[in-house]
């Protein structure tokens, strides 16, 4: 804005330093062995989708690939469970999953496949590579062996009991419960998941990967150099693997589904999965390049490249550790970030393929998305929802009550109803036509309003560099929520009713929905990236081509041209109404009994939370606990979960909101002591700032309790 008074000027480009030639973001390869739901689609995909739409706004060089893993012992376990072949499997999941994506607004430049002939050559030069260099180690071990089915057992091959947790269905390579990695040794009364019956050791050889001779770089590499910039959880898992002392980690295995081991010595051996599957962004790079006419070496040779790998948790280990031994001795580049999401519950517990307890891609699309004309409009629904409780540093859960709010009171009553509002009035006021500004009466609203605008892209913009999507989303529909003040404050329909006593009014009229207007453009770019159907429709109303969502123009004042003649309005979302919900709740509610009658699961609906993963004291002396006293205490307007607290801590009185509200009065909890985390970086929740976390026990049935000493103490006491 210009400091001459009266007088909005557009934004210059923000000149960036330090940015990288090109970008390469991969994102998960998903097992193609059945539906996937949207957990997955959260914790990797959306994620990945936001941030690429941003670098494409942006006019930077980027690559965004992925694929089905279609090797590995999950693909002929489904197929036995079907009564077909591995390859029957991945030809049916493959073409569904990559229409999900689709019709969910995921926008790979490829979506590949591990069984295509260029990565079964990509790998396996990859393993040579290695192998003649001598990089990888032959050791003969035993390995359990199924005597009846004459069979080497590969890890998903075996169950048994869990160490961590005790959960009696874990897997030979992981716990499907708590999370935590394991090796088919460390099972408690292992199974073979063939014949059902206790296997044996029987000698075999393999090729491992020596991760020990590189401890010390990995060391370097992820607790130095990316201890401030990757998560914290990312880091401390990691840190956890190496200080836990790294071992080989074999690349073959005994199998006849896979990708073959190029030597004449491995004869009925495979390409382990973890070993092949994250080779398939590098062949997914390839065919793009072929695809494209271009040259895929300098995204995965070059250093001047940033690669950014976008997965679930449970993914940390092989894309921190295993695969950047891997690329750097293969002499590729190595990650710069890998900004892993923690997990997403639905409905109370954690979602379950085995107990159907889940919402599939799928099933949202059938039931939101194909029964609705425009029904591309409920994928932004979803993706927004989802990205406001995105699971960036701890698990969230999915509700369908917090779908309908987030939809009701966000998307429809804050940005929707600024649109919808701004182009009835212009029709209405300025007819149909972009108004002209008349910069001799610009008022001080008319500024803020603009400054405000250009705020916002400086705040997206760090925000998403920084992949603190939630963050930079709720930055967005905030612009929004002002520009429904701002109109509301200037009341142009009141305005009009003075015109004929005043005809000076109409230049009120016109500068109130010039900038309404041109902030619509705005939020059409800002909110590109996240919705991009909306984004479309936006641009259609307002009869403005694609190349106005490129980055440059955000927080420009002359997107829209006065005088040019505009689109009726329509609306862009609509209502999810109490029976919608009540239904979803009941489908799910549904398959997952008639789940449990036909096949019991062997995990309950309710079960005590597993045991976390091991932590060092040092962890836990990073919590600041002090005793706080409930001050004040009231519901958060339009959030049924949500109390807003006031909290003495002796030194200082904060807010904190809490999800208490369905367990807790306001007026019955004011006095009460409570134990509080009060070094939680600041969080926005329904537009308040919360300052802290409020400790709560859960019983068996799910309801809360306070946590809170036995006699009355001073504020602000330390707890230890």
Not at 10 to 29: C, G, H, S, W
Not at 41 to 55: C, E, K, S, T
Not at 630 to 645: C, G, N, R, S
């Amino acid at each position: 804005m210009s400091t001459e008074t009266g007088k909005i000027d557009t934004v210059a480009n923000t000149e960036k330093t330090n940015t990288p030639t090109r970008y390469l973001i991969t994102a998960a390869l998903p097992y193609a062995n059945g539906l996937k739901h949207i957990g997955h689609l959260a914790g990797a995909y959306l994620p990945a989708d936001i941030y690429v739409r941003y670098l494409r706004a942006q006019k930077r060089d980027v690559v965004f690939v992925c694929g089905s893993d279609e090797h590995g012992t999950a693909i002929p376990i489904q197929a036995m469970k079907e009564g077909t072949t591995a390859r029957a499997i991945i030809d049916k999941y493959h073409p569904i999953i990559k229409q999900n994506f689709d019709d969910l607004g995921i926008s790979f430049d490829i979506y590949h496949r591990t069984s295509e002939p260029i990565h079964h050559e990509t790998t396996q030069e990859f393993f040579t590579y290695l192998n003649d260099r001598n990089e990888l180690e032959v050791i003969d071990s035993e390995q359990y062996y199924d005597e009846e089915t004459k069979t080497f057992l590969a890890d998903r091959f075996i169950k048994g009991t869990c160490p961590n947790c005790g959960f009696e269905n874990a897997f030979g390579d992981q716990c499907e419960k708590c999370g935590t990695s394991l090796s088919p040794d460390m099972l408690i009364n292992p199974v073979s998941t063939l014949s059902g019956k206790a296997p044996i050791k029987k000698p075999t050889k393999h090729w491992y990967l020596p991760l020990n001779k590189h401890e010390e770089w990995l060391r370097e590499w992820i607790l130095e150099q990316h201890k401030s910039d990757w998560r914290p959880t990312v880091v401390g898992q990691c840190k956890s693997w190496i200080d836990g002392g790294l071992q080989p980690r074999a690349v073959t295995r005994d199998l006849d589904w896979g990708i073959k081991v190029p030597l004449p010595d491995a004869e009925g051996k495979v390409l382990y999965v973890w070993f092949d599957a994250p080779i398939g962004y590098i062949s997914a790079t390839k065919q793009w390049a072929i695809d494209n006419n271009k040259d895929w070496k300098p995204y995965w040779y070059n250093e001047d490249t940033k690669l950014v790998h976008f997965i679930g948790k449970d993914n940390i280990v092989f894309h921190c550790i295993i695969f950047p031994v891997m690329l750097k001795l293969h002499g590729n580049i190595v990650p710069a970030n890998v900004p892993a999401n923690e997990f997403m519950n639905l409905e109370g517990d954690k979602m379950s393929t085995s107990r159907n307890w889940k919402l599939d891609m799928q099933d949202y699309i059938d039931d939101f998305i194909k029964k609705e004309n425009g029904g591309s409009q409920m994928a932004d629904v979803l993706r927004y929802y989802l990205n406001t409780i995105s699971p960036e540093t701890k698990d969230s859960e999915f509700t369908w009550k917090g779908f309908q709010d987030a939809n009701n009171s966000e998307l429809v009553s804050i940005f929707g109803n600024f649109v919808n509002r701004t182009f009835v009035l212009m029709h209405k006021l300025c007819g149909g036509k972009v108004p002209v500004l008349h910069t001799d009466i610009v008022d001080d609203a008319d500024k803020k309003i603009v400054e405000d605008i250009q705020q916002t892209k400086a705040k997206v913009e760090g925000l998403l560099e920084q992949y603190k999507f939630r963050e930079a989303l709720f930055e967005v529909i905030d612009l929004a929520r002002k520009g429904n003040k701002y109109m509301q404050d200037k009341e142009p329909w009141i305005v009009a009713k003075k015109l004929a006593e005043n005809p000076d009014a109409q230049k009120s009229i016109d500068n109130t929905l010039h900038i309404c207007l041109q902030l619509c453009g705005n939020l059409g770019i800002f909110i590109n990236p996240f919705l991009p159907f909306t984004a479309k429709k936006m641009l259609h109303m307002m009869k403005l081509v694609d190349k106005v969502l490129e980055w440059s123009n955000a927080g420009s004042m002359k997107l829209l041209s006065v005088g040019y003649t505009l689109r009726a309005p329509e609306l862009l979302f609509r209502k999810i109404e109490d029976d919608e919900v009540k239904a979803q709740i009941t489908k799910l509610q549904e398959a997952s009994k008639q789940k449990a009658t036909a096949a019991p699961a062997t995990e309950p609906v309710k079960e005590t939370a597993p045991v976390k993963s091991e932590i060092v004291y040092d962890d836990f002396a990073k919590l600041d606990l002090r005793v706080g006293k409930i001050v004040t205490a009231e519901k958060v307007e339009k959030a049924d979960k949500l109390l807003k607290l006031s909290v003495d801590l002796g030194f200082e009185t904060r807010t904190i909101v809490s999800g208490i509200a369905m367990h807790f009065k306001p007026e019955d909890i004011v006095g009460k002591q409570v134990v509080v985390v009060i070094n939680l970086a600041p969080r926005k929740m329904r537009g308040i700032e919360s300052n802290g976390m409020i400790l709560m026990a859960e019983d068996a049935s799910g309801k809360l309790h306070f946590v809170n000493p036995e006699e009355q103490i001073n504020a602000g006491a330390g707890v230890s």
